[in-house]
């Protein structure tokens, strides 16, 4: 193929792609838009011409989105003198089209309108693609001053901004439809009840799943609240656990409760809530995962109903022999070995509990300990001497708890129903030691001629609470260096442009990048890029203020978010310090490394701070740091 041939080849590419861009913004055909009939009147006005237009060149035709002076709506591609405009990208300026040979012979220079001065800019959208032009025409000769081409252009300018506008509202909106797709999709086919839910308890949406576990429809199910088919046993807890969720006093909860079906039949199910909050930190709606554990709960019903049997069965067969072993004194040797068996398998139970991974603890009705086994020892650090005789709240119970554990203990006394007893609960204890630590529990209640004891299972959840807090750490904290990482900028950039606003002063990011790292790491290998990176991250942080927040942005790029600046005079010296500390060596084992970079300083607030979004700050930064490198490397670009 001949250098013409691949020309014209990329020519009609473009020119396609150029017209597929045109057509999606839906500006043809379109209705009439008073800013973009202002532009035009406002070019007529001040270049004194009896014609303006904006005119968007379609594949066989021009059409005005914008006309002032003129009646017709599009005219012929192949006559227009806009085409002219957009194939070349750059303005066109006809004084007398009479004495121009590309347009002498056109019919709109021959006949009505009698075009003689043309100007037209082109009005191009966000990838380059000229979509049309602004341009002015009059029927007699003329020659524009420096002053009406200015005007002009920064009229072109305007439209270009707003179409550049609509076609970036255009692609969010796309990303927006796509979004909600998927999480629609994932919603209902999850395999788990989903339900989103005001604080007020009324159901916002729900997934097919949830109404399979109630047997309601959806549509009736959106006319009630969740209060409405809790069961009213669980009722209370549930509303104590989602006020401490929305008073911030936990982040989320999890336990069992029953669901009311619609045919007025229980259902249980385990259901974890946690929330969504808006930028004031104030909650937007809960989020339900609901899992139906209707089987395992009556098989564990039956369970302790087949244990309550046999513990009934084993009392009835001890008095059996009892009894007999009073009436019968031939039997006195068969008394003492069953009296010994028994001995035998108390001894057994004794070292089972003495010995068991779980902290075992009783106590009698009066709430006093009988029982403290070696890991409970270990995890409160209490004797077992020091330990019994004494009430547990003195021991492990923190303050605030106490009150709660006595009223628990006197209402299950009174009544024989408590929320804790029978259930696995999650609290916190206090050591000896007045170290807190969390714990998950489980109280049973035995009655026993006439009395009742307390038993009890506890285990220290330190290392998994640790898990679940470093595991969270993680999802905001770059791993190799320490710093934040991007997603954490995301999150604490709306916050400091909020406080930039509120107290009048500036803040800048500064977007930096490591020149020539990619030729270390191919060079030396992965392992001494990732120290390099580590030290770079260590002396940048080094140079930065306690206000100051420095980013891991992506690879060897990093981001520092420069708060609480009176004037932006005030980035200079940091700029400097990193890039003269960065400039000494850096030892890697034997090797001596020398690295420099490339820095974009963009700023925000101040006494009038600009509309800007964060992430466009970001942008801005970005595009001053690659007109760094393109400058040479090892500088500093600023951008307002």
Known sequence: MTTQEKSATASTRSEKLRLEKLRSLGLLDSDPDEFFDCITRVASTILGTEISVISLIDEDRQWFKSKHGIEVSETPRDISFCTHAVSSGRELIVEDASNDARFLSNPLVVNAPNIRFYAGIPIKSLQGY?????????????????????????LAQLATKEIQFRERMLTAQDSIDYAQSKFQS????????????????????????????????????????????????DLNKDMDLLHQLISNKIDRYQFE???????????????TVTKHTTARNEVDYLIAIINDINVAKETEFALDALR???????????DELRQANESLSRAFQEKLNSEQELQNKELELRTILANANEAYICMDSAGLITAWNKQAEHTFGWLEQEAKGNKLEKLIIPPELRHGHQSGMSRYLRERNSGIVGNRIELEAIRKDGIRIPIELQVNALEING??????????ISE???????????????????LANRRKLEELLPDAFKRARTNKIYLALVFIDLDGFKLIN???????????????????????RASDTVVRYAGDEFVIVLENLKSKNDTKRISANIQKIIAEPVLI????????????????????????????????????????????????????
Not at 257 to 271: A, F, H, L, Q, T
Not at 308 to 318: C, D, G, I, N, P
């Open 589 to 640: 084992g034997d090797m001596q490394l020398n690295i420099t970079l490339s820095i974009g300083i963009a700023f925000y607030g101040g006494p009038e701070p600009q509309q800007i979004e964060p992430l466009e700050l970001i942008k801005l930064a970005d595009k001053a740091m690659y007109t760094a490198k393109k400058s040479g490397k090892n500088g500093t670009v600023e951008i307002d």
């Open 257 to 271: 409760k029953r669901y009311i079906r619609k045919d007025g039949s229980p259902v249980w199910v385990e259901i």
């Open 451 to 460: 009395q009742v004891l307390f038993t009890s299972f506890l285990r220290d």
């Open 130 to 154: 000229s979509l049309g032009t602004l341009c002015v025409i009059d029927s007699k000769p003329k020659r524009p001053n420096a002053q009406e081409l200015k005007a002009l252009n920064d």
């Open 308 to 318: 309550k049997t046999l513990e009934e069965k084993v009392s009835q067969r001890t």
């Open 522 to 544: 191919d060079t030396h290998g992965h392992q001494a890029g990732d120290q390099l990176l580590k030290e770079v991250a260590s002396r940048i942080h080094r140079c930065t």
């Open 186 to 233: 994932i919603f209902e086919s999850a395999g788990a009840g989903i339900a989103l839910v005001k604080p007020s308890g009324a159901w916002l949406e729900v997934n097919d799943e949830l109404c399979k576990i109630v047997n309601y429809s959806r549509v009736e199910l959106l006319k009630l609240t969740f209060q409405d088919i809790t069961h009213p046993e």
């Open 464 to 482: 998994r609470r640790q898990l679940e807090n470093l595991l969270k750490s993680e999802a905001r904290n770059d791993p190799l260096t320490g």
